[in-house]
C-alpha cells in the first residue's frame, strides 16, 4: 500500500502542469536574462480569476435548493476555520521564531487567507488525474480570504493599544522608541540611535520592497505609505479587504456564471471555449512566471532565521490536515456527500496563504510590519512547497483519512 501511495504521489509531482512552476523556480538560480512582462502578469490573474469564478457559477446554477442549506453551512465553517488558522499561526511563531510581534500578527494574517493562485493549480491538478470537486468551492475561496484581513488587523490594534511605536517595537522588544514628549517643562529626549548593523538591515528592508503590489498600484509612494497609518478599519481598509480587486473578479465571474447558466447552455456555449478549454495552457504561465518570483523571494528569509523557514515549510501540512478532518466532521454530522477532490480543495484553502490581498491591507493597515518576511513565507515557501509537494501529498492524506469515514 505505501509503495502504491509512493507511485501515486511522485505521478503527482510530475505533471506537466508542475514542471513550468520548477522550469521558472530555476530562471533566476541559472542567472537567466529574462523578465516576465508584468502586463502580461496582470492579464493572466485576471483571467485566471474570472475563470474560477466563471466555471463554479456556471456549475452553480445547478445546485438543487435543498443542498444550499448544507452548502452555506461549508462556506461558514470555511470562515471560522481560517479564524483558527489565523490565530494558531500567531501562537505557533512565538515558539518557533524570534519575529516581533507586529510581524508574526501580519503573518498570521498571510496564513488566515487563502491563495487564488495556488487554488486554481489544484483544481488543474484534480481535473488532469480525474478526481472530481463540487462545482460551489470557488464560493469558498472568496470567503475565506477574509478571515486573515480581519485576524491581522485585530492583532495589530491589541499591540497598539499596549504602547506600539511607530517603528513596530513594543517597550518590552529592543529597539523601542519611547514617545517624545511635548510640552511645558517637558524635557527634550533623544531618539534611539541605531547601531551600524540596524540601519543596515532596515535598508535592506525597505528596499526589498514586494514587487507584486508596488507593481499593481503603481500610484502608491512607498515612503508615504510606510509612515503614514491609517486609522484602523478606516474605509481605504474596508475597501481592500471586501472590494479588493481579486475578490471581485471572482465574485463577478461567479455571478456572471450563474446567470449565464441559469439561461442554458447554449447561451454560455461560446465562452466556455475560453473559460474552460483554455485554462490549463494559461495557468502553465501563470505558474512560469509565480516559479521565477518564489525563486527570488527565498533570499529575504535570511534575516527571519531557521524556524521562520521550518515554519513555512510544515505549518501548510498541519492547517490542510486540519481541513480535511474539519470537512469530514462536518460531513458526517449533516450527512451531507462531497466529491473527493472538494476535500483536498478545502485543504488548500485552509494551507495557502495570501500573496496579493493581504500584501494590500498591509501597506494600508499595518505600516509598521516588515514588507518583506510576510511575502517571503507566503509566496517563497508555502506556495512553492503546495504547488510541488503539498497538492500530492494532500491527495494522499484524503486517500487515507477517507478509510476512517467510509460513510463520506
Avoid at 521558472?24 to 493572466?44: N, S, T
Avoid at 508596488?214 to 510606510?226: A, C, I, M, S, Y
Avoid at 501548510?316 to 451531507?336: E, K, Q, R, S, W
Wanted: glycine share 10%; with cysteine.
Amino acid at each position: 500500500m505505501l509503495y502504491e501511495l509512493w507511485q501515486n504521489f511522485v505521478h503527482n509531482l510530475f505533471k506537466p502542469l508542475l514542471l513550468f512552476f520548477y522550469f521558472g523556480f530555476l530562471i533566476p538560480i541559472l542567472k537567466v536574462r529574462f523578465e516576465f512582462p508584468y502586463v502580461i502578469y496582470q492579464g493572466l490573474t485576471m483571467y485566471l480569476l474570472v475563470a474560477i469564478g466563471w466555471q463554479g457559477g456556471e456549475e452553480l446554477a445547478k445546485v438543487k435548493p435543498a443542498d444550499i442549506d448544507n452548502i452555506a453551512g461549508f462556506v461558514a465553517l470555511g470562515f471560522a476555520l481560517n479564524f483558527v488558522i489565523g490565530a494558531l499561526t500567531y501562537v505557533l511563531l512565538r515558539y518557533l521564531t524570534r519575529l516581533r510581534r507586529v510581524d508574526r500578527a501580519t503573518v498570521a494574517g498571510y496564513y488566515g487567507s487563502d491563495s487564488a493562485g495556488t487554488f486554481a493549480t489544484c483544481v488543474a491538478v484534480l481535473t488532469s488525474v480525474g478526481i472530481a470537486f463540487d462545482a460551489y468551492m470557488p464560493v469558498l475561496l472568496a470567503f475565506m480570504e477574509i478571515p486573515g484581513c480581519l485576524v491581522a488587523l485585530y492583532l495589530v490594534a491589541r499591540l497598539r493599544h499596549r504602547g506600539m511605536d511607530d517603528s513596530g517595537y513594543l517597550p518590552d522588544e529592543h529597539g523601542y522608541t519611547a514617545p517624545v514628549k511635548v510640552g511645558p517643562g517637558a524635557a527634550a529626549q533623544r531618539e534611539r540611535a541605531e547601531s551600524v548593523d540596524e540601519r543596515i538591515e532596515r535598508g535592506i528592508e525597505e528596499e526589498l520592497e514586494f514587487s507584486l503590489e508596488k507593481r499593481e498600484h503603481p500610484e502608491w509612494d512607498g515612503d508615504t505609505l510606510q509612515r503614514k497609518k491609517a486609522p484602523l478599519f478606516s474605509r481605504a481598509i474596508l475597501q481592500e479587504v471586501f472590494l479588493n480587486p481579486g475578490l471581485i473578479l471572482l465574485v463577478g465571474g461567479i455571478a456572471i456564471g450563474f446567470i449565464g447558466a441559469l439561461q442554458g447552455q447554449k447561451v454560455v456555449h461560446d465562452q466556455n471555449e475560453l473559460f474552460v478549454a483554455a485554462f490549463q495552457g494559461v495557468l502553465c504561465l501563470f505558474l512560469l512566471e509565480m516559479g521565477m518570483t518564489a525563486s527570488r523571494k527565498l533570499r529575504d528569509l535570511k534575516l527571519a532565521g531557521s524556524g521562520f523557514i521550518v515554519f513555512g515549510l510544515l505549518a501548510p501540512n498541519v492547517f490542510a490536515t486540519l481541513g480535511i478532518l474539519g470537512a469530514y466532521c462536518y460531513a458526517n454530522l449533516t450527512d451531507t456527500h462531497f466529491q473527493p477532490g472538494t476535500y483536498v480543495l478545502f485543504a488548500v484553502l485552509c494551507g495557502s496563504a495570501s500573496y496579493i490581498t493581504l500584501p494590500a491591507v498591509q501597506r494600508l493597515g499595518i505600516p509598521e510590519a516588515s514588507p518583506t518576511l510576510p511575502l517571503a513565507a507566503a509566496l517563497g515557501l508555502t506556495f512553492s512547497y503546495t504547488v510541488t509537494i503539498g497538492i500530492p501529498l494532500y491527495i494522499e492524506i484524503n486517500h487515507a483519512v477517507a478509510h476512517w469515514f467510509p460513510s463520506s
